[in-house]
């Protein structure tokens, strides 16, 4: 597979873990919220909606990661550099909203809430995709391992294939 098409599958992968993990936390953090009474249901809503926006944080930030970190493994880079990748794909987010529309018809406080929101959820994004890929690289070092996964060539025994029957 060319390099170009791993990048992108990756942007893509990255986009679509940000997503997830935002609305997983999001989803049971405003379940807590509703349990307790602090909130409405309206707020699982907008966790709905900052799932897809971290999505598209996420692409952000892989691209910058792509172009800025090209050559590095995930135990090289350091935590503060991913951290400012992802607040900075947030920050292109936001920049992206208030020239499209954003600026216009929101008031102060909304623009320094969607700044610090997209900011924060990129920045915590992008640390905890770089924790989960390291602790996977610690763990998949190489394809040796694959086997004991449930990975093998069509010829190997049954068994040893990782199915069920």
Known sequence: MPRWLRVIRGMVGTGLTFALGVGVLGSVLGLVGVLVGAVSW????????LSVVAGIVGVAFSAGLAVLARSRTFDRLSLPFVIALGAGGGLLYFLFLAAMNGARVWSLSTAIANLTILTFLGAGAAAGTLIIARKAQATLTSGK?????????????????????
């Open 42 to 49: 309206d707020v699982l809503r907008l966790v709905a909606r």
């Open 145 to 165: 391992d694959a086997a004991r996964l449930g990975v093998a060539s069509p010829d190997a025994p049954k068994e040893r294939r990782g199915s069920a029957g």
